[in-house]
């Protein structure tokens, strides 16, 4: 088991920052895969952000390439978003997600989900 605690998310404005943060507890070790996703209102959730604890290779959705940057620190078994030039299409619930296998955009290759910090950008 795995348990993963959001937290940072706030109103802020646009071009504004944030920096979220996802504290994992539990079978870490046999996750490796961490991810953030987002859902807004009446859309599906999607993917934003990977990153594995044992090897610091990214990946980010096209929308917010060059914008956020996904971080960890294995000692505090915590990874961090870190969310600049913020839009409002950037609304919306994010998630931290743990998995191992499969594809890192894929929902179905994370096992564990946090219960979602909401980030809402105003214009």
């Known amino acids: 088991q795995v348990q993963l605690v959001e937290s940072g998310g706030g109103l802020v404005q646009a071009g504004g920052s944030l920096r979220l943060s996802c504290a994992a507890s539990g079978r870490t070790f046999s996750n490796d895969r961490m991810g953030w996703f987002r859902q807004a209102p009446g859309k599906e959730r999607e993917f934003v952000a990977h990153i594995r604890w044992s090897i610091s290779i990214t990946f980010y959705a096209d929308s917010v390439k060059g914008r956020f940057t996904i971080s960890r620190d294995n000692a505090k078994s915590t990874v961090y978003l870190q969310m600049n030039s913020l839009k409002p299409e950037d609304t919306a619930v994010y998630y931290c997600?743990?998995?191992?296998?499969?594809?890192?955009?894929?929902?179905?290759?994370?096992?564990?989900w946090g219960q979602g910090t909401q980030v809402i950008v105003s214009s």
């Open positions: 997600a743990a998995g191992n296998g499969g594809s890192y955009h894929s929902e179905k290759s994370y096992d564990y």
